[in-house]
Each structure stands twice: as structure tokens, then as C-alpha cells.
């Protein structure tokens, strides 16, 4: 009895936004993404709509916040390579640590690719070091056209 009263409580506490939510809700598309919960405060209760406004616009705001999320979307990912493209085309520098944030979400086997040729890219240098990896990166988004205008496809 005790269980299901406990049980109860838990979903309650849920529907109602007590708890934070550190992923969509199960059957999402995404439902493999994760974020801290201590770097994002999004109640339990919030669409995954605006659940991804919000991680997106904090990305835009400190993109070194993309570290804290496993198995970003697409449109978290443009976002980041958003921001990595302002620092490279107007040289404020650390633009390699955004890079390096890149590399290491697309060592995940689950994340969605959005620029074609980019998991290739990182593949092919798994045993270099992180920086160099990270340049290597931001070699190939420099090589390409527009990086940014890929139409996500479901």
C-alpha cells in the first residue's frame, strides 16, 4: 500500500513541475537527449517545444552549456554551430573549445547528424587528440558552403 501511495505522489510531483526534467518524455523523437539538471532548471511539467527553446536559447546565450547535454538535437546543434561560426568568422578566438563540445557529442553512436559529413569527420580522427580533432572540425565546417542550411528531415 505504501508503494502505491509512493508511486502516486511521484507522478504527481511530476504532472505538476515539482521535479526538473533532465530529458523528453518517453516515445519523443529525442527521447535519448539528457541534459544536467543543475545546469538547466526546466520543470518537469514544460513542453518538449519549449523544453528545447530553452536549452537552445541557453546554448546561445553560454554555449559551453552544450558540454552538459548528451545527444543533442539538430536544432541544439545548430545553435552551437551557430555561435561556433561567429567566432570563427570574427576571430574572438576560443573557437576550438566549441569545436572540441562537437567532437565529443558525435562520439555518440545516437546523435543526429546535421551536417553531412561531420560524423565522418570525426571518426576519422578518434585516436588524434581532442584539440587537434577540434580543428579538424572546424577545417571541414570551413570548407563547406553554408554549414547551417541543412533542412532536418524526420
Keep these: 500500500m505504501m508503494e502505491i501511495l509512493l508511486t502516486w505522489l511521484r507522478r504527481l510531483s511530476h504532472l505538476l513541475g515539482f521535479e526538473t526534467a533532465d530529458s523528453f518524455p518517453p516515445g519523443h523523437p529525442y527521447e535519448r537527449t539528457r541534459w ?3 545546469y538547466f ?4 511539467d514544460v513542453k518538449p517545444e519549449q523544453i528545447e527553446s530553452r536549452l537552445c536559447d541557453a546554448i546561445a546565450n553560454t554555449p559551453l552549456v552544450f558540454g552538459y547535454i548528451t ?8 545553435t552551437l554551430l551557430a555561435m561556433l561560426e561567429e567566432r570563427m568568422r570574427n576571430n574572438r578566438g576560443r573557437a576550438s573549445e566549441l569545436a ?5 557529442a558525435y562520439d555518440s ?3 543526429s547528424e546535421v551536417i553531412p559529413g561531420l560524423r565522418s569527420v570525426v ?3 578518434r585516436h588524434d587528440e581532442l584539440p ?7 577545417a571541414f565546417l570551413g570548407s563547406t558552403q553554408s554549414p547551417f542550411d541543412v533542412i532536418e528531415m524526420n
Excluded at 72 to 77: E, F, G, H, V
Excluded at 132 to 138: G, L
Design 109 to 111: 553512436p545516437h546523435i
Design 71 to 78: 545527444n543533442p538535437t539538430p536544432r541544439m546543434q545548430r
Design 132 to 138: 587537434e580533432r577540434a580543428r579538424s572540425v572546424m
Design 100 to 104: 572540441a563540445l562537437l567532437v565529443v
Design 36 to 38: 544536467n539538471g543543475a
Design 123 to 125: 571518426a576519422a580522427t
Design 41 to 44: 532548471d526546466i520543470a518537469s
